[in-house]
């Protein structure tokens, strides 16, 4: 039994793969392995023989089997290490230097508004840019005869003839996902909608496709004040200042009752803007408690909850923090501008690191 048990421990140590050890089990403790042929052999023995040799054998038995297991996890991890030596790559290593991209300042901004609003606990939502009329107008109690249709400049969807769908727009605003978070996520509701809307307009200050985002906040008990704090804290951490002053404009939306407008106060003296000092004014958003008739549509109990709303236009904001002189040049691809404009692919803002360093 001793030469058995050095043969095979041998053997086990030696083996330099899963299969020869695998050959090994078989041999030694296998239903034909030679320790299993000599356990047979033990009903020929007198019954004192067998008191010493049945233990003894069933103890080498064991010892052999935790010698092929010990064996079988060193290989596995030897295997592990020389793979992870041979699939090593540092990637301390710089990239490359011909990679010349760069992050649009429309994406940059809507990160920058994305990381603060996260901050602030509201998600984001996002929804089709080719939208249904109604929840770009009806749902928003924009009714067909009403004149906000008109002002808003909407591109149709072409439609076949005796297609009898509901007619679908351009979104032109970020608005409709409104409605359609409250339909999927019901109150209480935290959300901004980033994206791309279009009306039919152009010039130094307006391109078809733009961008916006909206907020939108439901709850029981949400107020104006609310809405001053959110966005005055936005505003400070937008602009990278310590102090703003904002300025709650009474103006009308059909979707929000009261409505506001939303100037902060600045200056342009020597030709740039400083946000929080002068005798200026700037708008920069829309906003006001959602409409009754709003929340209604989106499949929520008025009565029981209300909130608040807002929808800014991210290219002019980012036009503002950038000093972009002309709108225009966000969508014309050009290189240069894009190179002089554009952000550092790997810079992602947060509020802690600092937003557009
Ligand atoms: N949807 C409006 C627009 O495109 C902007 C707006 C104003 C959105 C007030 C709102 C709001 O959510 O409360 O001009």
Redo the contacts with the bound molecule.
């Keep these: 039994m001793d030469d058995l048990k050095a043969k095979y421990l041998t053997l086990i140590a030696d083996a330099a793969d899963e299969s020869t050890l695998e050959d090994l089990r078989v041999t030694a403790v296998g239903k034909k392995g030679e320790i299993s042929l000599k356990m047979r052999e033990l009903g020929k023995m007198t019954p004192e023989e067998r008191q010493v040799a049945g233990p003894a054998l069933n103890a080498l038995k064991d010892e052999i089997n935790s010698a092929l297991a010990a064996k079988k996890a060193a290989l596995a991890d030897a295997a592990l290490d020389a793979r992870l030596r041979s699939e090593w790559l540092d990637v301390t290593l710089p990239a490359r230097g011909r990679g010349r991209g760069t992050i649009h300042p429309i994406s940059q901004v809507m990160e920058e508004v994305t990381a603060i609003f996260g901050e602030l606990g509201f998600s984001v939502a996002e929804g089709p840019r080719v939208e249904t009329d109604w929840y770009n107008f009806d749902a928003?109690n924009i009714p067909g005869h009403h004149p906000a249709r008109a002002e808003?400049d909407t591109f149709y969807m072409h439609r076949a003839e005796g297609d009898d769908r509901p007619p679908h727009v351009l979104r032109?605003?970020?608005?409709p996902v409104?409605i359609r978070s409250m339909e999927a996520m019901g109150a209480p509701l935290r959300i901004i909608c980033p994206g791309g809307?279009y009306r039919a307009d152009y010039d130094q200050t307006h391109t078809p496709m733009f961008h916006?985002i909206?907020?939108?906040a439901l709850d029981t008990d949400i107020s104006m004040a609310n809405l001053k704090w959110v966005l005055e804290e936005f505003v400070k951490a937008f602009f990278e200042v310590d102090d703003v002053e904002l300025r709650f404009r009474a103006s009308h939306?059909p979707?929000?009752e009261p409505?506001a407008e939303v100037d902060i106060r600045c200056s342009w003296e020597g030709g740039t803007l400083k946000i929080g000092e002068g005798d200026d004014w700037l708008e920069i958003?829309?906003?006001?408690m959602?409409h009754p008739k709003v929340i209604a549509a989106g499949g929520i109990d008025p009565d029981v909850y209300q909130g608040?709303?807002?929808?800014?236009g991210i290219d002019r904001i980012a036009m503002l923090k950038y000093g972009i002189p002309d709108l225009r040049a966000f969508f014309d691809s050009d290189l240069r501008w894009l190179r002089h404009y554009g952000f550092a692919s790997l810079d992602v803002p947060n509020l802690h690191g600092g937003l557009s360093r």
Aim: glycine share 16%.
């Design positions: 928003l808003m032109t605003h970020t608005s409104q809307v916006q909206e907020g939108l939306f979707f929000t409505s958003l829309g906003s006001g959602v608040f709303a807002f929808g800014m």
